[in-house]
């Protein structure tokens, strides 16, 4: 029987109350999230993380509070285009799990029309929701990839046409370790491991081959079930650097003549369960041997070029770093 990850049988979700519902652009609002729940399930949801990674790459947005206050760093792509001087350097963006396509929605409004363009992806029985969605949008192009399937990366690369000078710049991936109470079955381990193997895969020769830079993988995140998400982590870290964005505020005060200190870029008060990481696929792994099971996959195998089963730390380390003094 086949797992449709979208419809588990417990579903039972209302749609995420948000700033963009507010915007005239309904799309996303609270009717436009019921309707789409109805028909896609999980799929037609807007999720949490989303607002953290929108409050990360879209700060110029009408829906938000600009936090013109705060530094971030790494600087987003979005910010980095609005330079002076207009980059030159051609942005190829690749979404996972799109989904509604809110982020995505907003992302375009960044890019260069005839220079930049954006894939986003979803499972294909979800492809319709975005392209009604993204519609009209000249610089999106909606494509179905299912985690797991080297297939759907490889076709992605060759209609994309990639070459030195047009390369993936950027992966979003927007609350895709959500699961709910009762559905960690379907996330978790069956439907991590085929994400993981997708991003090794897009950033794996034939898609990105060396000496191209990988691209930079930009992940938002939200704590649900530690236990069941850790293991995922574990993995990822050994084939990916990644480390959480960090802001700092701008303003020098008398108390901090020398400027407040780096922290976790946290999206809004009371979000400190939300994170938003950017990751680089580590330069050695690309010479190991990525296994076929996907437990072992999940197990380490195959990192750092030897078959034993092993364990990344970045993400402990994150979140002892996160915990707040007072609590420990
Ligand atoms: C929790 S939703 C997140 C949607 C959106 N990124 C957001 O932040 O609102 C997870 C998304 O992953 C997609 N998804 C789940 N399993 C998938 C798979 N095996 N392959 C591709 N996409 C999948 C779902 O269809 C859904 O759109």
């Known amino acids: 029987m086949t797992i449709n990850p979208n419809f588990p049988s417990e579903l039972d979700i209302k749609p995420s109350l948000n700033a963009f519902a507010r915007l005239s652009d309904d799309r996303f609002g609270a009717t436009a999230q019921r309707r789409a729940i109805e028909t896609y399930g999980i799929a037609g949801r807007v999720w949490e993380a989303s607002y953290a990674m929108l409050a990360y790459l879209d700060r110029a947005s009408s829906a938000l509070d600009f936090r013109d206050d705060l530094e971030l760093d790494p600087l987003p792509f979005t910010e980095a285009h609005r330079g002076q001087a207009p980059s030159s350097d051609v942005l190829t963006i690749l979404e996972l799990?799109?989904?509604?396509?809110?982020?995505?929605?907003?992302?375009?409004?960044?890019?260069?029309?005839?220079?930049?363009?954006?894939?986003?992806?979803?499972?294909?029985?979800?492809?319709?929701?975005?392209?009604?969605?993204?519609?009209?949008?000249?610089?999106?192009?909606?494509?179905?990839?299912?985690?797991?399937?080297?297939?759907?990366?490889?076709?992605?690369?060759?209609?994309?046409?990639?070459?030195?000078?047009?390369?993936?710049?950027?992966?979003?991936?927007?609350?895709?370790?959500?699961?709910?109470?009762?559905?960690?079955?379907?996330?978790?381990?069956?439907?991590?491991?085929?994400l993981l193997r997708t991003l090794l895969d897009l950033t794996s020769e034939p898609v990105t081959p060396p000496p191209q830079e990988p691209p930079e993988v930009i992940i938002s995140y939200r704590i649900r079930s530690l236990a069941k998400e850790t293991p995922f982590w574990a993995a990822f870290g050994l084939w990916f650097a990644f480390s959480p964005v960090l802001a700092?505020?701008?303003?020098?005060?008398?108390?901090?003549?020398?400027?407040?200190?780096?922290?976790?870029?946290?999206?809004?008060?009371?979000?400190?369960e939300t994170f938003v990481f950017v990751a680089r696929r580590r330069p050695e792994s690309r010479a190991w041997d990525v296994p076929e099971s996907d437990e072992d996959l999940l197990g380490g195998v195959g990192a750092g070029g030897s078959p034993g089963r092993k364990a990344d730390d970045t993400f402990e380390t994150i979140l002892l770093m996160s915990l707040d003094p007072m609590d420990v």
């Open 248 to 272: 700092r505020q701008k303003a020098r005060t008398a108390d901090t003549p020398d400027g407040h200190g780096w922290e976790r870029f946290v999206s809004a008060p009371g979000q400190e």
């Open 97 to 194: 799990g799109s989904g509604a396509g809110l982020v995505a929605t907003r992302i375009s409004s960044y890019l260069r029309e005839g220079r930049d363009a954006m894939i986003i992806t979803d499972l294909p029985e979800v492809c319709p929701l975005l392209q009604h969605n993204l519609r009209g949008s000249a610089v999106v192009e909606v494509h179905p990839l299912s985690w797991g399937s080297r297939q759907d990366a490889l076709s992605i690369a060759s209609s994309l046409a990639l070459s030195p000078e047009r390369h993936l710049t950027h992966i979003i991936c927007s609350d895709l370790h959500t699961h709910q109470h009762g559905l960690s079955q379907v996330y978790f381990p069956a439907l991590l491991a085929p």
